[in-house]
């Protein structure tokens, strides 16, 4: 099935999106919750909804592989009565 260039334009714009996150791959980061340190491994494109995704490993406890949206990623939770950062880079 081809895709009709409207579709062809919007992935290449959730694409080119990748490359303006301020997440990079190689990148190491802490969760504000478990404390564990986790590896950025790539970044990538959420096929249905074209949302850009975080793909990280844990390098402190298993190798588990990870995906978040970039959204969930850099948002701001509640813990412990303060606002932090989901990740924080080390």
Same mark, same amino acid.
């Given at each position: 099935?081809?895709l009709?260039?409207?579709?062809?334009?919007?992935?290449?714009?959730?694409?080119? =999106?990748?490359?303006?996150? %301020?997440? =990079?791959?190689?990148?190491?980061?802490t969760?504000?919750?478990?404390?564990?340190?986790?590896?950025?491994?790539?970044?990538?494109?959420k096929?249905?909804?074209?949302? %850009?995704?975080?793909?990280?490993?844990?390098?402190?406890?298993?190798?588990?592989?990870?995906?978040?949206?970039?959204?969930n990623?850099?948002?701001?939770?509640?813990?412990?009565?303060?606002?932090? =950062?989901?990740?924080?880079? =080390?």
């Amino acid at each position: 099935m081809m895709l009709s260039q409207s579709e062809d334009s919007a992935k290449d714009k959730a694409q080119a =999106k990748l490359e303006e996150l %301020p997440v =990079k791959i190689g990148q190491i980061y802490t969760h504000y919750k478990a404390g564990g340190t986790y590896e950025i491994i790539s970044l990538a494109v959420k096929e249905d909804t074209l949302e %850009p995704l975080v793909i990280y490993q844990a390098i402190d406890h298993g190798n588990t592989v990870w995906a978040r949206t970039y959204a969930n990623w850099s948002e701001e939770v509640e813990y412990e009565g303060k606002t932090v =950062k989901r990740f924080v880079q =080390k």
